[in-house]
């Protein structure tokens, strides 16, 4: 493959020719091309829970290429994380999350920098950090964090890909924050079972790998600025019948965040 004819006119790669080899099986996407691959390198993308979710939407997000991630998580790894949270070890059981979880990152990919937030941030600390990058995963287990992350995105107008995962079953969907789209709280309640977490309810361990597989390539897409995002839709996954839906979703006029 010759990857410098590829760039057919367009402004000459900012990336190294060990980047362009790296990343070479994303280059030849015709829809990716050297600028999609570009506009990954460059972006900052906050994961909000180095859990499950977290742990398989951040690693393909490293292999992927992207310049700068920001993992948050006050939680250390215990024993019954291992079973799907795949980013963490035995022998690093009652570190930290966030550590464990850049260390194995940091084997993935070298390049890419790693920052790590480990505490529960207040609506202010979230506010900053939500401001300061490009996109926001919603990686976490419960309702109260889904809302004052959703809420940040709004104020930042930061796009959000949230994830949920619970049983057999799986969530995603992406709310760009722009006028006439829906956000996470305009539909939270079609969530079924919202304050049930995975410790309360079982969780089938790849339904989360699966779950944040389709949240990296969302942020991919949403990055590189390709394809169609789940913005007004919300993807259900159903892991014991294998079945994929697609629900239209829509601004909620009386929604308490996106509505005036
Ligand atoms: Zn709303």
Same mark, same amino acid.
Not at 93 to 99: N, W
Not at 182 to 198: D, I
């Given at each position: 493959?010759?990857i410098?004819?590829?760039?057919?006119?367009?402004?000459?790669s900012?990336l190294s020719d060990a980047q362009l080899l790296r990343y070479s099986r994303h280059i030849?996407?015709? +829809? $990716?091309?050297?600028?999609?691959q570009?506009?990954l390198w460059?972006?900052?993308?906050?994961?909000?829970?180095?859990?499950?979710?977290?742990?398989? !939407?951040?690693?393909? &997000?490293v292999a992927a290429g992207?310049?700068? #991630?920001?993992?948050?998580?006050?939680?250390?790894?215990?024993?019954?994380?291992?079973?799907?949270?795949?980013?963490?070890?035995?022998?690093?059981?009652?570190?930290?999350?966030?550590?464990?979880?850049? &260390?194995?990152?940091?084997?993935i990919n070298t390049d890419v920098?790693?920052?790590? #937030?480990?505490?529960?941030?207040?609506?202010?600390?979230?506010?900053?950090?939500?401001?300061?990058?490009?996109? +926001?995963?919603?990686? /976490?287990?419960?309702?109260?964090?889904?809302?004052?992350?959703?809420?940040?995105?709004?104020?930042?107008?930061?796009?959000?890909?949230?994830? !949920?995962?619970?049983?057999?079953?799986?969530?995603?969907?992406?709310?760009? $924050?722009?006028?006439?789209?829906?956000?996470?709280?305009?539909?939270?309640?079609?969530?079924?079972?919202?304050?049930?977490?995975?410790?309360?309810?079982?969780?089938?361990?790849?339904?989360?790998?699966?779950?944040?597989?389709?949240? !990296?390539?969302?942020?991919?897409?949403?990055?590189?600025? #390709?394809?169609?995002?789940?913005?007004?839709?919300?993807?259900? #996954?159903?892991?014991?019948? $294998?079945?994929?839906? /697609?629900?239209?979703?829509?601004?909620?006029?009386?929604?308490?965040?996106?509505?005036?």
């Amino acid at each position: 493959m010759t990857i410098s004819s590829s760039t057919n006119g367009k402004k000459h790669s900012e990336l190294s020719d060990a980047q362009l080899l790296r990343y070479s099986r994303h280059i030849m996407l015709p +829809v $990716m091309d050297i600028d999609g691959q570009t506009a990954l390198w460059h972006a900052r993308v906050l994961i909000i829970g180095v859990g499950g979710l977290g742990c398989s !939407a951040a690693q393909y &997000l490293v292999a992927a290429g992207v310049g700068q #991630i920001t993992l948050v998580d006050d939680d250390v790894v215990e024993l019954n994380n291992l079973q799907r949270q795949v980013l963490h070890t035995e022998e690093r059981v009652g570190l930290a999350k966030t550590q464990s979880a850049k &260390l194995a990152l940091s084997q993935i990919n070298t390049d890419v920098t790693i920052n790590t #937030i480990t505490q529960r941030l207040d609506d202010a600390a979230l506010l900053e950090a939500v401001t300061q990058h490009d996109i +926001v995963l919603d990686c /976490t287990d419960n309702l109260s964090s889904r809302q004052g992350i959703n809420q940040a995105c709004f104020t930042a107008k930061t796009p959000l890909v949230s994830g !949920a995962a619970i049983r057999f079953e799986g969530q995603v969907s992406t709310y760009t $924050m722009q006028p006439n789209t829906p956000c996470y709280a305009c539909v939270s309640g079609l969530f079924a079972q919202p304050n049930l977490t995975c410790s309360e309810a079982g969780i089938l361990s790849p339904i989360v790998g699966m779950v944040g597989c389709i949240q !990296a390539i969302e942020a991919i897409k949403c990055i590189a600025s #390709i394809g169609e995002l789940l913005s007004g839709k919300l993807l259900i #996954i159903d892991g014991l019948s $294998m079945t994929f839906n /697609t629900l239209a979703i829509k601004p909620n006029p009386t929604c308490g965040v996106c509505q005036d």
